[in-house]
């Protein structure tokens, strides 16, 4: 008994020693020059919060990572160049024109286009991928609800038949949801475009892990909340792609990425705040760029019927007119974001920065008082102020609601914040039942209609804003108006009206800080939709 | 002996249908509506959307009848469909699970390793050097924010000294193994992939450290406490006045009596660890449960989480069962009770 108990005994330093050598064997060689070696360089590695990603099959794509992959996986018909979401550029088709029926775009595709597969593509697979999108009628079926029909002409000719050419549908089409795949390996993998896809499609288990597509990389596996691999597409009609593998590795917390891109672990690296930024600044090893979003924060007004004083525009006027947007941008996000007017970006057609300081809402203190005595309230009023627990490009709600308390109570006006979680935030904003809301924007694709449509078909009831009929007949003109010059002054006609009805105040679209490794040559950001083009990236 | 297990088991059932109805109606008085989440805007606007939405994930029937189908689907092996992710809860928990239970294994081990002969020490040697730096140790792993620990041992190992490999279970190039069991120490043993078997226990270092932290301070000053209370009996002072080596004494006299309460305290540890990494898996981007666990609850999933209180509620009175268990083994008394 004695003997036996003495033997299991294991000494204090033969113990430790024991646990330090475990430690240091485990670690010695666990950091295998992996960031020198031949696998890693020819590897591009980006980190980003993927979390939020539920699907990659394109024809269920509607969050906010997922279309980095499918942009690379697939390609659509027209795109948009980085920097320029006005003019349309061609993709997988050269040229397009409405046919004299006024009612038919006829797409033409470009010759040599091959799927990773090696096999050409065809109008068919276009159809295919269309008449998919329409059946599945998944969210992303909701953006092309005008498209009638859609036909092959011949193996490079598509026509599609709109059943209100009103209606935008060329932009909406740019986006990674609305893309060629392989019809023939999407079928043989359960895809269907039959009228009962819905129920019958059963692809995308597979489309999750892999792709069909003819992008420059190919989709080789996704663990969730862990990493999505992809592989060179080498029959890539742009030119051979820069590396052998994408990895798009998960990364939650914005510090574990600075870290990671510090130490040469990822090449970028997409979630940093903006004082993790500054601290990369004389890093020679990394460079910062910007890309300014079509992304906004703003605030809603309500024209809230447990509020009288909101209920008066004068009222809703004087809080545009006493907030300090400058001191905003300056202090919050590090001067990293530009101002639009109104429910339009700026970047897109009728909306520039010029425009926002002509007409837009500024920092006017006697204006604001002006405004307050106009509507009876000399003394100024007070309403409830509701934000999520959340940031967005490391601007937190909380501190911007805080900031426009300060402003606000400058002209009298008392804003009683009411922080609550985003859940209930939005159950409560969608039901109208808020009276002021701090929250978010991005649109599914750049046109301006999926913002315009959107301030005054749906925002307006959360605001209680009867949308007068001209601003209605407005809007419609402005979308139906092919020349982009001549709708460019549609556009700012809507805005106006936007401004006068006070009901939604825009604080900032982040010009997003991504970090960069200076090994990493051609990588495009973009702000239509899909974060990057990773076609032309390249080690150096 | 074997009523007491009956007893026991009889009771860990109607503990665990009790801890699914208090979820299932904590999580059914928030106001929020998950399905207005869950949809784009434009869906979320659509009236006809949202109810079709509702009725394909069964939000549309009385509560009762929710409750029922989710105990109906329990028997059937069957967690439903989760809101947040669309497909089966279960193949959530399949992909999500083996990454903490992997990660809360280590934790628990280390802190076992670590924390026993620790407390057993600072008791037998009172008030010396070593009693301190084990209050300290266990101070700090009680009082320190897991989410300020993991930033400072990342920091300092991975950023600044470059000891240690960065967050994630493997190494950015590394392609992950085919998942067996999805531990990936023991996917990568089983196929002898040693390169990646080290990549991947590597990574595990210093998450395993952080989320053993806490555990570990309350291992060792429960084992300290209850040391202390043993070595003051008189049958330690007995076996002392025999003229027994002090190692004999320790060992064979006073540890086994003080294994009681450590014993408790452990299987709630390890329990804890399993639902509690939600920090450390954050900061470690480490693909697991906890997240999981986070982002359900967020959004009111209510299949995803009444599955994780299930699984929670069954670990617990699981643990707490093998912990009566081992009452009667260790202490003969109990059973006779």
Not at chain 1, 76 to 86: A, C, K, N
Not at chain 1, 219 to 246: A, C, E, F, I
Request: aromatic share 8%.
């Amino acid at each position: 008994m004695t003997e036996t108990k003495t033997k299991l005994t294991i000494g204090r330093r033969p113990f430790v020693a024991g646990a330090g050598g475990l430690l240091g064997a485990v670690l010695a060689g666990a950091r295998p020059a992996a960031a020198q070696n031949a696998a890693r360089k020819a590897t591009l590695v980006i980190g980003l919060d993927i979390s939020d990603s539920i699907s990659l099959d394109p024809a269920r794509v509607a969050q906010y990572s997922n279309p980095l992959p499918c942009h690379a996986a697939y390609d659509s018909l027209v795109t948009f160049s980085p920097g320029d979401y006005v003019n349309l550029k061609p993709s997988a088709a050269t040229e397009w024109k409405m046919l004299p029926d006024g009612k038919t775009l006829r797409f033409k595709l470009r010759q040599g286009v091959k799927f990773s597969s090696g096999k050409a593509m065809t109008a068919e697979d276009a159809r295919f991928s269309f008449q998919r999108v329409m059946n599945l009628k998944d969210q992303p079926q909701q953006y092309i609800a005008t498209i009638g029909s859609v036909k092959v002409v011949d193996d490079h000719t598509l026509d599609m038949e709109l059943t209100d050419p009103t209606q935008p549908i060329l932009t909406i089409i740019a986006a990674p949801e609305f893309i060629v795949m392989e019809k023939a390996v999407a079928i043989a993998h359960g895809a269907t475009d039959a009228a009962d896809a819905k129920t019958a499609d059963k692809a995308t288990t597979w489309l999750n892990n892999n792709s069909c597509g003819a992008g420059p990389y190919r989709l080789t596996g996704w663990q969730r909340n862990q990493s999505m691999q992809m592989v060179r597409n080498d029959h890539y009609w742009g030119g051979k792609p820069g590396y052998q593998r994408v990895l798009i590795r998960h990364m939650s917390e914005s510090a574990a990425q600075l870290l990671a891109i510090q130490r040469g672990d990822i090449d970028v690296a997409f979630n940093l705040i903006p004082e993790q930024v500054a601290a990369l600044k004389g890093n020679k090893d990394i460079r910062v760029e910007g890309a300014t979003s079509l992304d906004f924060i703003y605030m809603a007004v309500v024209n809230s019927p447990d509020n009288p004083a909101l209920q008066k525009k004068q009222a809703r006027q004087a809080i545009g007119y006493a907030i300090d947007y400058d001191g905003i941008i300056k202090n919050l996000i590090g001067g990293h974001a530009v101002r639009p007017t109104s429910f339009l970006p700026v970047g897109v057609n009728g909306s520039t920065e010029a425009l926002t300081k002509k007409i837009g809402f500024r920092e006017d203190l006697p204006r604001a008082k002006k405004l307050l005595a106009e509507a009876g309230l000399p003394d100024g009023f007070s309403f409830q102020l509701a934000y999520g627990k959340a940031a967005i490009a490391g601007v937190s709600y909380e501190n911007l609601a805080q900031k426009i308390q300060a402003d606000l109570a400058r002209v009298g006006i008392k804003a009683e914040l009411a922080p609550m979680d985003q859940l209930n935030l939005r159950t409560m904003y969608l039901g109208g039942k808020a009276q002021a809301v701090l929250t978010f924007w991005n649109p599914p694709a750049p046109e301006n209609l999926l913002w315009a449509a959107a301030s005054i078909d749906r925002v307006s009831k959360r605001v209680h804003w009867d949308v007068p009929a001209d601003v209605r007949a407005n809007v419609a003109a402005a979308a139906a108006e092919r020349d982009l010059a001549k709708s460019a002054v549609l556009w700012e006609k809507y805005q106006e009206s936007m401004i006068d009805a006070a009901n939604q105040i825009v604080l900032i679209q982040p010009i997003y800080q991504i970090a960069v490794r200076n090994s990493v040559r051609g990588l495009r950001l973009t702000a239509a939709g899909w974060m990057a083009e990773l076609d032309k990236a390249k080690p150096v | 002996m074997l009523r007491y297990i009956v007893s026991r088991l009889g009771i860990s059932v109607v503990m665990i249908l009790l801890a699914t109805v208090v979820i299932f109606l904590i999580a059914n008085t928030v106001p929020g509506d998950p399905v207005l989440m869950q949809l784009g805007d434009l869906a979320a606007s659509d009236p006809v959307r949202v109810a079709e939405f509702r009725a394909h994930m069964g939000l549309d029937l009385p509560l009762w009848h929710r409750y029922w189908i989710f105990l109906s689907g329990l028997l059937h092996g069957d967690f439903g469909e989760s809101i947040v992710s669309r497909r089966p809860v279960l193949q959530d928990l399949i992909e999500y699970a083996p990454a903490t239970v992997e990660l809360a294994s280590i934790s628990f081990v280390l802190s076992l390793v670590v924390g026993l002969p620790l407390g057993v020490l600072a008791a037998v040697r009172r008030d010396s050097w070593i009693d301190h730096v084990a209050r300290f140790i266990s101070l700090i792993g009680v009082s320190a924010p897991t989410f300020w620990l993991a930033f400072v041992v990342l920091a300092v190992f991975y950023g600044w000294l470059d000891w240690a490999p960065g967050p994630g279970r493997l190494d950015p190039v590394s392609f992950p193994p085919t998942p067996i069991t999805g531990l990936l120490l023991i996917d990568t043993a089983w196929v002898g992939d040693w390169a990646t078997f080290r990549d991947a226990a590597a990574h595990l270092v210093l998450p395993s450290i952080v989320l053993a932290g806490s555990t570990l301070g309350l291992i060792t000053r429960t084992t300290r406490a209850a040391m202390l209370e043993s070595l003051s009996q008189d049958y330690v002072r007995v076996a002392r006045a025999k003229g027994l080596r002090r190692r004999v004494v320790v060992n064979g006299h006073a540890l086994p009596n003080a294994m009681l309460p450590v014993v408790t305290l452990g299987g709630l540890a390890y329990a804890n660890l399993l639902a509690g990494a939600v920090m450390t898996e954050t900061v470690f981007s480490w693909p697991g449960l906890g997240r999981y666990t986070f982002t359900s609850a967020v959004a009111v999933d209510f299949p995803a989480i009444m599955a994780i209180t299930t699984i929670v509620a069954v670990v617990f009175v699981a643990v707490n069962f093998l912990v009566d268990l081992s009452y009667a083994l260790l202490d003969p008394r109990v059973a006779k009770r």
